[in-house]
């Protein structure tokens, strides 16, 4: 399969996901101290609180819903996610996924290792968000 051609410049520059949680502090502490993504800004005023923290390298991966079916397959045994799912590359999923699940996340599955070579693991974390965390494979 072949790459489209990109735009020069960039037609986009950055991919911003927003999480609506209820426990704004929570959610920050599980993103922030527990996955260890960096804040990079804190806009929180009157009108609310609102955090920026640096995921590193982003991309959007867009499946129709055979894949998304197929994945959920591999990773958890059944089709769990919704239309959002946010996967983090992380150098040890196991590590990862026991730092997440002290600081409340569910394991849906533990790591598995995959067709395609990578370990995934799956968990629902703040927002009810279903999270990949992956290391290796392509």
Known sequence: MSTPPTADPPAVTELRLVV???D??????FFRDALGLPQVADFSGDQ???VLLAAGR???EVADAAQAAYIDEVE??????????????V??????TDRLTAAGAEVVAPPTRTPWGSLNARLVGPGGVQLTLFAGGE
């Open 58 to 60: 982003a991309t959007l």
């Open 20 to 22: 609506t949680a209820d």
């Open 91 to 96: 150098p040890d999923p196991q590590a990862a």
């Open 76 to 89: 958890v045994g059944r089709r769990v996610a919704g239309p959002l799912r946010i996967a983090f590359e």
């Open 24 to 29: 704004h502090a929570a959610a920050v502490a």
């Open 48 to 50: 609310g609180n609102v």
